[in-house]
């Protein structure tokens, strides 16, 4: 069990490490190299543009379930009135940013993985290297650029369609007064609560460009490590992204402390 245990922490750490190496390297080429702006549009289709309607959904349904749920309960003290601020204040600082990274990561996270996969496995990327082109600069870049710019909108529209969805299950489904829900709507959200949403997909976006980049740069065996590759990817970021959610809402919180 020690052995076990001992091995363990070191490939954990050892990860940790080459995450570091592969985040820093790609921070200096975003400063020192030219970053492919071109590649960097393309990313943005496939990251942002096209995950969309996933988000969107994702976003749609917990705010109608979540909104539903707080009417079941409040209603009983007789503060169903409630509804639109307490779920307006779970989606910014919670469900929103955590729900769509995972979203993200299951179809980004895998898709980059099994993409910088194959090219490993068929040699492409020792291509890349044998033109004078840094694979970092080539893959990473664009990926973690496009990541980093849409993580933070998808997550901004994550939440608009949930706080639209609970304000339909509220108001026209469920009978909330519309103008006591609008006015506890807009005095119990800040735009702190914003804020945090925000920082959190950013540093969720960081999280799955690292994790997927790395998984790919690392794949090794053929067709077998292209079939690893992604489902490491995804598991790993998602622990990941759960994790960091307790950090930064901890550390947020803090930050931009309660003032209801």
Not at 17 to 34: R, S
Not at 170 to 196: C, F, K, W
Not at 216 to 229: D, K, L, P, S
């Amino acid at each position: 069990m020690i052995t076990a245990l001992g091995r363990t922490t070191m490939e954990s750490v050892q990860y940790l490490g080459q995450l570091g190496l592969l985040t820093w390297e790609t921070v200096k080429a975003m400063f020192v190299a030219p970053i492919r702006w071109r590649l960097v549009l393309q990313q943005i289709i496939e990251v942002g543009s096209r995950s969309q309607v996933v988000v969107a959904v994702t976003g749609v349904f917990t705010g109608a379930v979540f909104a539903a749920q707080i009417y079941f309960q409040f209603q009983r003290f007789g503060m169903g009135t409630a509804v639109g601020s307490v779920t307006a204040l779970a989606l910014f600082r919670e469900l929103g940013p955590t729900l769509t990274a995972l979203m993200v990561s299951g179809r980004v996270g895998a898709a980059i993985a099994a993409e910088i996969g194959t090219m490993k496995v068929t040699e492409q990327v020792d291509a890349l290297r044998s033109m004078g082109v840094h694979p970092i600069d080539y893959l990473v870049v664009p990926r973690s650029v496009a990541l980093i710019v849409s993580m933070p909108l998808l997550v901004a529209e994550a939440c608009a369609f949930g706080i639209i969805a609970s304000y339909v299950i509220a108001v026209q489904m469920l009978g909330v007064a519309e103008a006591p829900y609008l006015r506890y709507l807009n005095n119990y959200t800040h735009p702190s609560d914003v804020a945090i949403a925000l920082i959190k997909g950013f540093v969720f976006a960081v999280i799955i460009a690292c994790v997927a980049c790395h998984e790919g740069m690392e794949t090794a065996n053929g067709a077998a490590g292209v079939r690893r590759a992604p489902t490491r990817a995804v598991v790993i970021s998602s622990l990941s992204i759960l994790g960091m959610n307790l950090v930064l809402t901890f550390a947020l919180n803090i930050v931009f402390p309660s003032s209801r």
